[in-house]
């Protein structure tokens, strides 16, 4: 069973420091990619190669830790919602752990909303997996990072309201049909 005090209480400021020094190169990269993309079959064929990107450091992360340049991809990648909203559904997923160590290492190094996306990520993994009393810590993180995150709120009244996790798994489902669309398989 995870540990409650896996969730970093606050980020780490010497790797926010480090991820920060490459985040605007991330974000400057990403914006360039996607206005280079011009057609929508080039922009999902981005989107896909940037998600199988992102699951290649979830099943690493588990064993060795992301490096800061590589985290700063990952952050701005999260930013972009086709690819964020994909990563719910691996929550239903047999990598849902691999998952979770990413977005701990995510929140450890970033402030924010980026740190709330990430904690929020791994509470709907909690939730999901029945574990309501990691998802609501999770959750008071997430909240405490970035009180409006959109998700995180819809989470926390979820929990508020004792929804039994099933029924907040179609998130998860409707992730792995937008993963499908992408021609990825993330069950």
């Known amino acids: 069973m995870r540990q409650l005090r896996s969730i970093p209480d606050v980020p780490n400021p010497d790797l926010v420091d480090e991820v ?76 849902h752990g691999a998952a979770e160590a990413l977005w701990l290492q995510i929140a450890a190094a970033t402030h924010g909303h980026d740190r ?16 309501t009393a990691l998802a609501r810590t999770a959750l008071a993180t997430a909240l405490d990072a970035d009180p409006t995150h959109p998700i995180a709120v819809l989470l926390a009244t979820a929990l508020d309201d004792r929804l039994p996790p099933q029924q907040i798994r179609a998130l998860a489902e409707a992730a792995a049909v937008i993963a499908a669309d992408l021609g990825i398989d993330i069950t």
């Not at 690493?60 to 985290?71: I, R, S, Y």
Request: charged share 30%.
């Open 116 to 131: 709330a996306e990430a904690v929020t990520l791994f509470s709907y993994s909690a939730y999901h997996h029945d574990n």
């Open 20 to 95: 920060r020094s490459h985040l605007a190169d991330a974000i400057a990269r990403d914006r360039d990619e996607l206005a280079a993309a011009r057609s929508p079959d080039r922009v999902l064929d981005l989107r896909r190669e940037r998600t199988v990107w992102l699951l290649f450091q979830i099943s690493t992360a588990q064993e060795k830790p992301v490096g800061a340049e590589d985290l700063a991809w990952a952050v701005a990648l999260l930013r972009d919602r086709t690819i964020r909203d994909i990563m719910y559904g691996l929550a239903r997923s047999e990598y």
